[in-house]
């Protein structure tokens, strides 16, 4: 899990569960799941984050996909998709759908833009800040954290245009037409449409 801490500051039950699905991605993006993540989706998750919304029907894919596999099913999937030999088949990193190699300008932008809001990466990560599971972890943090001169709405949404919204769609789209995507096609299809819904909310707020 990537090492951002905060206090859940938001009073709202919305934007906490807005943090809390962040999260979510981003530590099913960062590693498969391991054990005890498959059983709390085999007892304890078993209601969409928003009934009756856009995201209640992915969600209920992914529950389900979650409860179809075991812990090695996923950890061969995730070794398939995104590790591999050399050149994985699907790049986790956004500086590849931006620029079309790694470690570009857009990464540079990035850090530019985390120095500013007094964040870092974990020197004992191994991943650059362009992962998708970092980039999901700093919205929580900047919708749930308790410094309310940078965890904001505002932060939020240009942080989210920045650095998500430009590449985060392409990048589930080659998740789902991976063939041998099973679990993580549910993650990339719920990705997706959150993306989109978040989209749509920060364009109502200009």
């Not at 085999?42 to 856009?54: D, H, N």
């Not at 870092?120 to 410094?147: F, N, Q």
């Amino acid at each position: 899990m990537i090492a951002i801490s905060f206090t859940a500051a938001a009073d709202d039950a919305d934007e906490l569960a807005r943090a809390e699905l962040y999260g979510l991605l981003s530590r099913l993006w960062y590693a498969p799941p391991d054990a005890p993540l498959l059983q709390q989706f085999a007892v304890a998750v078993t209601q969409a984050p928003q009934s009756g919304s856009i995201l209640e029907a992915p969600w209920q894919e992914l529950v389900a996909a979650m409860r179809a596999t075991t812990e090695q099913q996923a950890a061969d999937e995730y070794d398939a998709l995104f590790q591999g030999v050399g050149k994985p088949d699907v790049f986790l990193y956004g500086s590849y759908y931006v620029a079309g190699f790694l470690n570009e300008r857009p990464l540079a932008r990035l850090r530019d833009d985390l120095a500013a809001l007094g964040l870092g990466r974990d020197p004992a990560m191994g991943e650059t800040e362009d992962h998708v599971a970092y980039l999901c972890e700093v919205m929580r943090y900047l919708i749930a954290g308790d410094d309310l001169g940078v965890c904001n709405l505002e932060q939020q949404r240009r942080f989210f245009r920045a650095h998500l919204q430009p590449w985060v769609e392409q990048f589930c789209n080659a998740v789902v037409q991976h063939p041998r995507a099973r679990l993580y096609a549910a993650l990339a299809t719920l990705t997706r449409v959150f993306v989109q819904v978040e989209t749509q909310a920060f364009d109502l707020i200009e």
